[in-house]
């Protein structure tokens, strides 16, 4: 089992920053990719940015040129640092692994979420 802890988020004013983390814990054989997905009320779950093993990322097009995402492989964490974030970057921020076991498997894994809201 994996367990994926997050951490920060909370409310912030328009313009503000915050940093989410999340640590992977547990059987965590081969992490393929770490990132952060969000979800608004009555919307679906979206991506914001992910980060495979090898290190490329992608990003989603909201989140280009104000977000970034990072990751330390020894500590088996990722961080998603959010800078000039907007009213409609409100939504519960879900940390995600994919997890590749030792008989070739994959599973995901998803964080308990982390609200984050955007005052205007």
């Known amino acids: 089992q994996v367990q994926l802890v997050e951490s920060g988020g909370g409310l912030v004013q328009t313009g503000g920053s915050l940093r989410l983390s999340c640590a992977a814990s547990?059987?965590?054989?081969?992490?393929?990719?770490m990132g952060w997905y969000r979800q608004s009320p009555g919307e679906r779950r979206e991506l914001v940015a992910i980060i495979l093993s090898g290190g490329s990322r992608n990003v989603a097009d909201s989140a280009q040129g104000r977000f970034t995402i990072s990751r330390d492989n020894a500590k088996n964490t990722v961080n998603l640092q959010m800078t000039n974030l907007k009213p409609e970057d409100t939504a519960v921020y879900y940390c995600?692994?994919?997890?590749?076991?030792?008989?070739?498997?994959?599973?995901?894994?998803w964080g308990q979420g982390t609200q984050v809201t955007v005052s205007s």
């Open positions: 547990g059987s965590t054989f081969s992490i393929d990719a």
């Open positions: 995600h692994a994919l997890i590749g076991t030792s008989v070739g498997r994959r599973y995901q894994y």
